[in-house]
């Protein structure tokens, strides 16, 4: 059926292997994302603070450049202490917020436009299963929530580790599967989230509007239960609590939050699991009205 | 997959959704290049096109399409399946071209073949001035051509049209069953059209299956019905003599006709194989009688209709 030969013909070529089908998804969702020039530009600060890290860490063991600058070394060495903390708080915490920015901006877009416009039936009638369409989604989010958050922290703790030494390493090598756990269980919470109320809301401004919604009403709920019964159980229904939980947990430092482990992971699930179920439920050839 | 299997067998075919029994108790086998479901609105043609393609789950029996089950080998068939959905649907902010290719690599392209196949059909359907337009300021007519190529880019053995000539002007509805018939002639594909306009179904397709309420009204073969209605001759004769319309009746019974009289002027008949037109107008000048109007019998796809519509469990 080339242009030229307007008679129908069918295909016999070879085909890509199903398995890897839901990648097509994520690839045409990321090259929609950078697309917006607007959102490039955004994505390239989010590795400003990494590169300014970068740069403290290679200051810190260069003396060199850090006459040639006019630095005190002492003040920097002080400064900069290069260990749990510098990862979990100093890198980690600002890139999921970061983040969290990326999430709210990409994930609408990925869900509500093919529902509005009754797009599933088209991909629901090929050889895609409802898991694939929502894993070619969640693909989009996890590669750019990746890029900005374990990807650069692992890079940066490579960078320390062959500037510290064995020693430093030695030290600190939880660091690394940490940084990686707490990107992805973070990802999941909120992406899903962001996702499920995407497929039910259908309009991109208002399932924005929704999800921050739900984070600030969450949060005021949660502060108002702990200032009044005096509990932690209000930290369950606040999304940065539970976060911070759950870092303290996988970094193995104390946290800021007086919240058992257990509960902060239990939160974490239960959301996960419910925002799932939801979007689950929503993305469908069609509604049946009974 | 079998391609000797019928296209369509359902096998006591039913779907529930709650209470209310959308298809009840569905049986027969297909194999037309191209079948039609014809219904009122309601009646269930929808559905049936749904649950062929995995969206709703039987409540009762199964289907099969080429031999393959559709609840068993749901994933496998929906790879050979092509499907123009009823109402608008696409993908936003992207041009047509990219649309389709998307649904192209979906259904397991490569990206390459994908893109090649995609500028094809655009050009196939007529859209190729348009592809690079986004989807979104397509016309109704515009969009129902992508639709149908998004649902032949990956070149399915079996393609399911729902409504596709919904919302057409008379052009482009006449281009658009243009295009239906040569791809039922390519042989590439076999069509199962769901509409509830009959002009279009008998445009197109072979074979026919009326749904109401959720059951089959009737079936009709319309290619076989096309050839038997040549068989049935209404006459309206002219005598030039006393008796000749007599003995003309007795001549065309001689050659194996079955006849009916209508009235002096008027008979009918049924011509046996081997018996021809011609054959009649040998025995018409033989007996000097004058065939004044020789006609077909014409029962039209509307009549099959109607009188399906008329009883209300009627089965294959």
Known sequence: MAVYDHGYKGYDGPLMPARSRFLVISRYGLHDVFASRLFLAFFAFCFAWPLVLLGAMYLRYNAEAMTLINLDSADLLEFVQVNTWFFQNLFLRVQLYLAFIVVLVVGPSLVSADLRNRAMPLYLSRPLTRTDYVLGKLVVLGVLVSAITWAPGLLLFVIQASLGGREWLLENWRVAPSMVVVSVVWLLCMSLPMLAIAAWVKWKPWARIVFMGAILTGTAFGQFYKEFYDSWLGSMVVAFDVTDALSASVFGTQGTVQMPEAAAWLAAAALASLSAALLYRRVRAFEVVK | ?316
Request: aromatic share 6%; charged share 30%.
């Open chain 2, 1 to 316: 997959m079998s391609e000797a299997a019928p296209v369509i067998d359902l096998d006591g075919l039913g779907v529930r959704f709650g209470r209310h029994q959308v298809l009840d108790d569905l049986r027969g086998a297909f194999s037309g290049r191209a079948i039609g479901l014809l219904g009122p609105n309601g009646a269930g043609k929808t559905t049936l096109l749904n649950t062929l393609l995995g969206f709703y789950r039987p409540t009762a029996g199964t289907a099969r399409l080429f031999g393959m089950d559709i609840a068993a080998q749901g994933r496998e068939l929906r790879r050979r399946v092509g499907y123009m959905p009823e109402r608008d649907a696409f993908i936003a902010g992207i041009s047509g071209v990219r649309f389709v290719r998307l649904m192209a690599e979906v259904s397991g392209l490569p990206p390459e073949a994908a893109l090649e196949r995609a500028h094809e059909v655009f050009f196939y359907v007529g859209l190729g001035e348009a592809r690079y337009r986004n989807v979104e300021t397509y016309s109704l007519g515009m969009k129902q051509l992508l639709k149908l190529a998004q649902a032949i880019a990956h070149g399915p053995s079996l393609l399911f049209l729902d409504e596709p000539t919904n919302g057409l002007d008379p052009p482009a509805r006449l281009r658009m069953l243009r295009l239906i018939r040569e791809i039922r002639d390519s042989g590439k594909a076999r069509i199962v059209v769901s509409s509830h306009l009959l002009r279009d179904v008998e445009e197109c397709c072979e074979e026919v299956l009326v749904l109401n309420r959720g059951r089959i009204a009737t079936y009709c073969n319309l290619a076989e019905e096309r050839r038997a209605n040549r068989r049935f001759l209404e006459l309206d004769l002219a005598a030039e003599r006393e008796g000749a319309g007599s003995s003309f009746r007795a001549s065309i019974e001689g050659l194996g006709c079955e006849v009916a009289v209508v009235n002096r002027r008027r008979i009918k008949a049924v011509l046996p194989p081997g018996v021809e037109v011609r054959h009649i107008y040998a025995s018409a000048i033989e007996q000097d009688v004058t065939i004044r109007r020789l006609d077909y019998k014409r029962t039209s796809l509307e009549d099959i209709f109607l009188q399906a519509m008329e009883g209300d469990d009627g089965r294959l």
